[in-house]
């Protein structure tokens, strides 16, 4: 019945968020962007396409106002790392490239199975790329 999902997310910027989102590695979907909108897939196995509209669209889209992300959250999207060495190069992508993310928490163990970190995008939608080594969950 379903065959991939689609997130769609406002930004302010759209150039940024397409610099931004091709740094770490998600394919510009050039024949579905246009002037008011950049579309992505994710890299990896599952069919994940990220749209990214100005604002105003979004609000139209969904009929409620954008979520203002440097004050609260609209969602935390997390994205299934293959290892911690996977974790590692993408914050060091977020940290160390001048493509406008930040991150807000540093790669950590968490439990002894979940080995993760979270960053901000240019427009402030929160990622946790998470790697989990479902071996070492407490059963």
Request: hydrophobic share 35%.
């Amino acid at each position: 019945m379903i065959h991939d999902i689609w997130l769609n997310l406002p930004s302010k910027n759209l150039e940024k968020t397409r610099v931004f989102y091709e740094a770490l590695g998600f394919a510009y979907n050039k024949n579905s962007s246009h002037a008011g909108m950049v579309s992505f897939t994710a890299p990896g196995k599952v069919n994940i396409v990220v749209c990214f509209f100005p604002p105003e669209v979004i609000a139209k889209f969904s009929g409620n106002p954008v979520t203002e992300t440097d004050t609260s959250n609209e969602v935390l999207i997390s994205l299934g790392a293959n290892s911690k060495e996977d974790v590692d190069a993408i914050a060091k992508i977020v940290q160390e490239g001048d493509t406008g993310g930040k991150l807000y928490s540093e790669p950590i163990e968490v439990d002894g199975w979940m080995y993760g970190c979270g960053f901000c995008d240019p427009d402030g939608h929160r990622w946790n790329p998470v790697y989990m080594n479902f071996d070492n969950m407490p059963k």
